[in-house]
Nanobody, 121 residues
Framework: VQLQASGGGLVQAGGSLRLSCAASGRTFSGYNMGWFRQAPGKEREFVAAINWSIGTTYYAGSVKGRFTISRDNAKNTVYVQMNSLKPEDTAIYYC???????????????WGQGTQVTVSG
């Protein structure tokens, strides 16, 4: 089971990026897919999640209204569109899969390698 995150980069404040997370090795039907981020010196925190089968979405308060998570079941891929980026969004972003949790980091059992997002002010 592998998760491959991509799409990070350097962007100016107010700009946009779209991160992708491609899953391989097995189908993720029934799994919630989430994005977390970790800034230097900080704990890894929940960003967004989507229920794989129903498509219900969940967001951290700090990104609600700016980030949009979506998925393409046929491609086994999850995306997060990040708009109106702020310097405080700078972090390594990780995608992950959970069989039961939404925001609980401990519930996620599969993790991608992370992709760096840097927002310059």
């Amino acid at each position: 089971v592998q998760l491959q995150a991509s799409g990070g980069g350097l962007v100016q404040a107010g700009g946009s990026l779209r991160l992708s997370c491609a899953a391989s090795g097995r189908t993720f039907s029934g799994y919630n897919m989430g994005w977390f981020r970790q800034a230097p010196g900080k704990e890894r925190e929940f960003v967004a999640a989507i229920n794989w089968s129903i498509g219900t979405t969940y967001y951290a308060g700090s990104v609600k209204g700016r980030f949009t998570i979506s998925r393409d079941n046929a491609k086994n891929t999850v995306y997060v569109q990040m708009n109106s980026l702020k310097p405080e969004d700078t972090a390594i972003y990780y995608c992950a899969a959970s069989s039961w949790g939404i925001t609980e980091r401990a519930s996620y059992i599969y993790w991608g390698q992370g992709t760096q997002v840097t927002v310059s002010g």
